[in-house]
């Protein structure tokens, strides 16, 4: 698994051993981040690598340019691997980590890595701009998390929620506005805007 942009194109990602961890494939990273781009691209922005796993997509982000990524995950073990991949990447002054279950995060509080202003990225602040959200397939994780972002004050205006499901899973609904859904292979990708 390499990187497929940016400042860090062609490095490789370290995977896990085992079934564990599925991390998101290049074909399905590449079309996320295209989409992305004709949306704004990540350069500047804060994004939130939920159940981050081998932290692919966050250290995607960080190499097209993101401001800064927060690495989530309740497994030790993944973050750890992901700690491994920012490291060796290069990019860990521009990166959080945070052991903990996503759907159980406290309220938003700014950090000196954050910012202290309201609003994401190039405003300068430390709120959320773009969220990758790829949960373990089956265990009906997805809309929790949104909750918790939303009613901790974690998202900034506008922000872009990524998901990735199984192909069958429809696309979350009432949780913002569907901007973009497609299948690739067996994985859905829809984009929320808040």
């Known amino acids: 698994m390499r990187i497929i942009g940016g400042s860090a194109r062609g490095r490789t990602l370290k995977t896990p051993v085992g079934q564990d961890i599925r991390p998101t494939s290049d074909k ?3 079309a996320i981040f295209n989409a992305l781009f004709s ?5 500047d ?9 081998t932290g692919a997509l966050g250290c995607e982000a960080l190499s097209q340019g993101a401001a800064k990524s927060i690495f989530c995950d309740i497994s030790k073990v993944s973050l750890g691997l992901t700690q ?4 060796a990447l ?4 521009r990166s959080e980590f945070i052991l903990k279950d996503a759907a159980k995060l406290p309220p938003f509080i700014p950090s000196p890595l954050r ?13 959320i701009d773009i969220v990758f959200l790829d949960p373990p397939y089956r265990k009906g994780l997805i809309i929790p998390v949104l909750d918790t972002l939303k009613s901790g004050n974690w998202l900034a205006d506008g922000a872009i929620i990524v998901i990735e499901t199984e192909k069958e899973t429809p696309p979350v609904e009432g949780c913002g506005e569907i901007v973009f859904d497609k299948t690739y292979g067996e994985t859905r990708v829809s984009f929320l805007k808040t």
């Not at 949306?39 to 350069?43: D, E, F, I, Q, T």
């Not at 491994?84 to 490291?87: F, P, S």
């Not at 290069?90 to 002054?93: E, L, N, R």
């Not at 910012?115 to 709120?127: F, R, Y």
């Open 39 to 43: 949306r704004g691209g990540v350069a």
């Open 45 to 53: 922005k804060t994004v939130l690598d939920a159940f981050c796993g």
């Open 28 to 30: 399905v990273r590449l």
């Open 84 to 87: 491994e991949n920012v490291a």
């Open 90 to 93: 290069g990019f860990t002054d």
């Open 115 to 127: 910012g202290e202003g309201q609003g994401g990225g190039e405003n300068g602040g430390g709120k």
